[in-house]
């Protein structure tokens, strides 16, 4: 299996809801990442988990909420969003080798009413 | 300064054509350096890993100036399937976390017509 999966693929949600994405791999990486991309931008890094330990938290609103269950789950809880935050949520995930090559997932496209 | 600098584009060029993409980079620290692909509304795909002794996959060759902080990808006998957003991507390795981050630049959009 070599890829990571991601869902919901679509998700629309309002400013007082609750829900989460899902990222999955089985590669045996230990290092897995969310990023957030805004149409016509590239993807901008939001957390990395290494080991399933939160390592890199690149200043995202407390509104998002990431979890790493074990080694082959990421997860990112979503609550009390705002509009702009509507954009495509990617997973991915890598070895922690020198090179680190990332494998992105298809991505979950989110819209905030 | 961007930490990723690319020319947006977009390249319109013929079937056949041989196109040029430029990059450069900030960080001198950076470790390694890839070309993504990425198509409408779909996830970053890797295309092709970048050397400082130049690499070639088929038609696509890159280049790594380290000194210059400056990447290249060369694509030759562009192909109609080569349309796409080309994001140079740069790693950097943090080593007291154990982990890593990948900067992307905004991407040079190809546009390959008949």
């Known amino acids: 299996d070599t890829e990571v999966t991601q869902t919901p693929k679509h998700l629309v949600m309002g400013m007082t809801n609750k829900k989460s994405l899902k990222c999955e791999q089985h590669?045996?990486?230990?290092?897995m990442y969310w990023y957030k991309q805004k149409a016509k931008k590239p993807p901008e890094l939001m957390f990395v988990y290494s080991y399933e330990k939160l390592s890199i938290n690149e200043s995202v609103p407390s509104r998002f909420s990431p979890e790493c269950p074990n080694s082959s789950l990421l997860n990112l809880h979503l609550h009390a969003l705002q509009p702009e935050d509507s954009a495509l949520y990617l997973c991915?995930?890598?070895?922690?080798?020198?090179?680190?090559?990332?494998?992105f997932g298809p991505g979950t496209r989110l819209t905030v009413l | 300064r961007k930490e990723v600098e690319q020319d947006p584009g977009p390249f319109n060029v013929p079937e056949g054509a041989t196109v040029a993409f430029n990059c450069t980079y900030s960080?001198?620290?950076?470790?390694?350096f890839f070309w993504y692909r990425q198509d409408c509304r779909k996830e970053p795909k890797l295309l092709m890993s970048v050397y400082s002794s130049g690499n070639e996959d088929g038609r696509f060759t890159a280049q790594l100036n380290r000194a210059s902080q400056y990447i290249s990808l060369l694509i030759r006998d562009s192909k109609l399937s080569d349309s796409a957003t080309y994001l140079c991507?740069?790693?950097?390795?943090?080593?007291?976390?154990?982990?890593?981050?990948?900067?992307f630049g905004t991407g040079t959009r190809l546009q390959v017509t008949l």
């Open positions: 991507v740069v790693h950097l390795r943090l080593g007291y976390t154990n982990s890593s981050k990948l900067t």
């Open positions: 960080n001198s620290a950076s470790q390694s």
């Open positions: 991915a995930s890598s070895p922690l080798s020198s090179y680190n090559e990332q494998f």
């Open positions: 590669m045996g990486h230990r290092a």
